[in-house]
């Protein structure tokens, strides 16, 4: 059965304390692995596409790298206005389905 | 600016009751869907659509309909509501789903 597993389900840092962000999947043929945030009360905002092992996206103090078994974002000296909850996403097989990790909840202690 | 509103943002509901959520977007993306997020379950699709009289049943579609009439709307029906249907919905579109999708802020459905 095709699954994806975040970890931790939450993480306290300290403002500038780096950590990164666990994904790991187990599906066939994987077409994209996507991150996303959601801060409370809101649907998940697009961060990063990844489609290939290797490949590494960058966006402000947020990377996202890919392995053939997990992704991580990596989070460099996070502020406060990071905590939010960051979703991973695959997308696999012949059609457009997208299977969702039930989500890290990041807070950022200043 | 183009953007994807959910109505309502809040609903309560009775059981046996049919009742739509609504889900407009001014993007102009043929692609559509619906989610649902529930703790310990993350995000699952409910329904999708990839273009005017397109429909597709997700993961959960038990109990929920949708039809697409035109490029703009994507409303969910749930046709007898039950407590297990008590959740967070989020509609979602996208030109292409390998670019991502923009979600809206979603609709807390408690059915009572």
């Known amino acids: 059965e095709d699954q994806v597993t975040q970890s931790p389900e939450a993480l306290r840092l300290q403002e500038g304390e780096s950590s990164s962000l666990n994904c790991s999947y187990t599906?066939?043929?994987?077409?994209?692995l996507f991150w996303y945030r959601q801060d409370p009360g809101k649907g998940p905002e697009f961060l990063f596409t990844?489609?290939?092992a290797g490949e590494e996206k960058e966006k402000e103090r947020l990377k996202a790298t890919l392995t053939k078994k997990e992704s991580f974002l990596h989070i460099t000296a996070p502020k406060p206005e990071d905590s939010a909850t960051y979703l991973c996403?695959?997308?696999?097989?012949?059609?457009?389905?997208?299977?969702f990790g039930t989500g890290t909840s990041l807070t950022v202690i200043p | 600016d183009a953007e994807i509103t959910q109505s309502p943002r809040h609903k309560i509901t009775e059981t046996g009751r049919q009742v739509t959520l609504a889900c407009h977007q001014t993007?102009?993306?043929?692609?559509m869907f619906w989610y649902r997020q529930d703790l310990g379950h993350g995000l699952r699709l409910i329904h999708y659509?990839?273009?005017?009289?397109?429909?597709n049943k997700g993961e959960v579609s038990d109990g929920y309909s949708v039809s697409r009439s035109n490029t703009e709307d994507l409303p969910l029906t749930l046709e007898s509501a039950a407590s297990s249907q008590t959740s967070v919905y989020f509609c979602?579109?996208?030109?292409?789903?390998?670019?991502?999708?923009?979600f809206g802020s979603g609709t807390r459905l408690t059915v009572v």
């Open positions: 979602a579109s996208s030109e292409n789903p390998q670019w991502g999708y923009t």
């Open positions: 599906v066939s043929g994987l077409r994209g």
């Open positions: 990844l489609y290939s």
């Open positions: 996403a695959v997308q696999a097989g012949a059609g457009n389905q997208f299977y």
């Open positions: 993007w102009n993306h043929n692609n």
């Open positions: 659509s990839y273009g005017v009289q397109d429909t």
